[in-house]
């Protein structure tokens, strides 16, 4: 399974928070499909080398945000892709990173045109309904 | 779980060895190297076996004790600090079992290195052939001694190498400490010898060889006084003490003894029938007897009287055989000892030259150079030798001058007895009855002095009981006629105090030296610190030692309550600090720990770190200071 | 969850769960010097228990007083129940431990170390001896003194996992060990994690490590415990702001700021560093007639060299000092 988690220690972002990011990253971005079962507490623990109550954690986080679930006796699986937050909960998130995506173009210089095709043509590239096999 | 247990136990001796064979080797060597040019010494003929034999009992007890510290420090103090001690404790058996596993791992490689060589030594030494000596297995005894003496130090250079985990042996040494105890006080014996003799020869060495002045009879045939100072004589004085003109010069003094013939018999009230002598000596074993020569070679054969034996014993010098035996009845060739021997044991002390060998039934004269011996006093009923004194072969032949010079003398418990080479009794004195346990009598003849006078002499010998005593003294002239009768004062050192001496006193606590003072068995004599002093000082001396320990525990006690000893710990180091004085003191600043010392914010006095409350105040220490930048959670 | 400043040293409640390791006031002197000030910590039973400090700060000396090796001045400290001066045979086969300098005897060969060492234990997992000396390629007749630093404490980690402890306390065990070394190292601490009930408490100043490791961390500033929490906690605790000026402005000197552990100048800026700041520290930041204040993210590593460093402001290494003392001022 296409599912690669590599992780650094001595990052500003914590090591569970890394987990979280790349296992939300290959979900969003289809490397990994709905229904697909991930590797167990102790296997991820032990191939990235931490902790597995730091695996716990991003588990624990990425369930409660719905990414992922728990099938008793079976471990955990992707959960099948539901829109649990609301359309201004969405927002909400996605407008951090356009801020920051924009601020950043802005100080390098960039028109706002320049800045709208960029993220035109990268939206089109990722789109995963394009994609669809894997 | 036994079997673990064994398993762990011979798994610390396995490992103890393989640390510490390498140097058990060594001294092993070195042991066999000591001892060999010991024996070496004694094998060639014309060396003085006692004196040699002396010498490897001497040499065990440095050896032992020494090696003993060695290994034990050797085992323990590369391992006593950090990670290795770590390495050594964190293991899941009792602290008994490391601390014996160490020690008996320890004491086997002591005894490697010590007894091997010195066994081997012993067997040598037994066999006929090798030495022309008596063999006497009691002769392993000071050895057996040293040896045991050698596990002490040997634990003490274990508990000392373990140095700050110090506490931790000693709450491990528990029933280890009996053994020890019972060791240590025949080992300590010879530990305050060691101090006494150092601090006699440090302290007192710069004043002088404090020898008393005695009388003596000088040539004129007076008594007079012998004045010494740093061991020559510096005056001779009258029997009262006044200055002789003739003896200013010093060349007069050299020749104040010529002509008179001595004959000094000390006499030993013993018990049990037996001498009371030091074990390390061979006196108890044998008594070497020289031939009756002024100039002592040794001759082809070698003579010793031998106290189990209760004969004589000869012994080629060449081959080291015994050849034959010298009894009361004569002498008999081989090694089969003759059916009549001596009844009673031999009084002669050591081993002087003289041809008298006394008993108390008898007195034979000797001549060994012919193998013959003679019977020439017997006391009469209800009376009993006491000691003799020969005329050497000198005196006999008129070399030292006339017939009056070869005189024998004899003292018995009724009479002293003068009697010629003959047989024939010169003259006769009874016992003077002051005199009694007096163990020297002394027989002067001033053969160059008008009236070749003749003074029968009691004394006391001041090594043996200081206590000072009168001398009785009573002349004859040359018809064995009673001219005087003198009752002598005892002679004192200077009326002062020599001062030189007094910092001795402040070393020895008044238990140490009361123990110094009675005989005991590791010696033949006792140390009297306070010898030749008069009554008056001895008291002062005594009296700075029992100051002495009660400064060193009035120190100790104080410094308990300085750092709040808890009572019972408290009492025990007074005691020791009493009974020990100085030493007592050093001992536990080297063997304690020494908390620290804070002010008490609470109540502003010192206070010891180590309590969880001020011994003052009782406030408890207060957690360190917090300075906001602290992350806590409950977990 | 942050204590106050006259600081009842944080009651880590020994209610909650079973502590393998506790300790009440432990504290040791050498001579005039403290060592250790009143340690109070507990460490939970089935943690990674990382104990932090500088050298010096007094990490070994507890963990010798932990063990019994070595007399505390005052206080004292339990392992698995027992009292750490009073250990029985039981209770020190169930502590595995591992010094710093990987002690071994020099003589041995790789099989008698571990022949020796298994006559002690009750239980002695030969396999797991075996697998680590065979990771760590040692060869079974090599003599311990003739190891490397690393195969000798592949060797040490041998004969301290055999026994399978309950409880492992680690000395700084990756001293002087090379990267792949390390590695091993830790990996067999997450093996040892397998067990939901063993313990590991150990010292390092591999940061990386032990953020990748530790469940929880115990800091030693100095003799004196400073932190004891996640690593979480932790890491939101120490926070790090930026003041930025402009170019002609010169900063102000500090006011005394609760918590600043570490404050740095450079061109235009201010940059602090502040453990558990509050509302009203905060607010002070914003006061200090800066253009901008930001916070930014710290790693943990960053925050823990903030933490452990001297406290106040400071330049970079021999900067100039005349200049530091006077803006030192209140300090």
Known sequence: ?134 | MNGRRAGAFAGILHKEFRENYKLAILLLLIVSAVLTADLQQMAKTGSFYEISLFSIFNAMSMLTASIGLLIGLAQVVFESRGDKWSFLIHRPVRRSTLFWGKAVAGILLYTTAVAIPWLSSLIWLSIPGHVALPFDSRMALPGAADLLCGVVYYFAGLLTGMREARWYASRTLGIGVGIVCSIATYAAGSFWWAVAFIAGLLLTGGGGDSQPPHYTVDSDGSIVRLVFAEGRIVDIQDQQGRPIEKYRDPAARDGSARGVVERDMGISYFQNGVVPNSFRSTREYFLTLYPDDTDVTIGPVRWYYVTRERLIAAYDNKTAQLIGWLGPDGFTAGSVPPQHRFDHPLLNKNSSIQPLITFEDAVYRLDLGQRHIERIFVPAAGEAVLGAQGANSYEVSGYVSGARAGFDSIVTTQRVVLQSHDGTIEMSAPFEPRAVRYDRVAVYRALNAAEMPTFIWYSRNRMDRPEPASEFVTKFDAANAVVARYELPPLEMSASMPWSAAPVFLVFPVTVRAALARPWRGQNQKIDLSSGMSQDQRAVTWLLSGLVSLASAAAIFARCRRYAFASGRKWTWTAIGFILGPFGFLLMRVLLEWPLREKCPACGRMRVVSHEHCEHCSKPFAPPQADGTEVFEAL | MIAESHLTQGVVGSGHRDAVIETTGLTRYFGARKAVDGLTMSVPRGSVFAFLGRNGSGKTTTIRMLLGLMEPTRGSSRVLGHDSQHLTPEIRARVGYMSESHSLYKWWTVRECGEYQSRFYPRWNNQIFKAITDHFHLDPKARAGELSRGERAGLSLAITLAPEPELLVLDDPALGLDPVARRSLLESMIYVTRGADRTIFFSSHLLEDVERVADYIAILDRSVLRACCSIETFRSSVRQFVLFYDAAATPPPLPTLKGLLHARRSMGELRLTIASPDEATQQVLHKLGATTVEEVPVSFSDAMIGYLGDRGEQGFFLEDTTRLETMRGRQ
Do not use: W
Request: hydrophobic share 35%; charged share 30%.
């Open chain 1, 1 to 134: 399974m296409p599912l690669t988690i590599s992780i650094h220690a001595g990052s500003n972002v914590s090591i569970y928070r890394q987990i979280v990011e790349q296992v939300c990253a290959a979900v969003f971005s289809g490397r990994i499909r709905d229904d697909e079962p991930l590797p167990s507490v102790r296997s991820l623990a032990e191939e990235l080398l931490v902790n597995p109550n730091t695996v716990l954690r991003a588990y624990g986080e990425l369930s409660r945000e719905g990414i992922i679930e728990s099938r008793p006796g079976r471990g955990m699986f992707t959960s099948k892709r539901r829109q649990i937050y609301s359309k201004a909960e969405r927002t909400k998130r996605i407008d951090r990173s356009v801020t920051s995506l924009v601020t950043e173009a802005f100080t390098l210089g960039f028109t706002a045109k320049e800045i709208v095709d960029q993220v035109s043509e990268r939206a089109h590239e990722l789109d995963p309904n394009l994609k669809g096999r894997a």
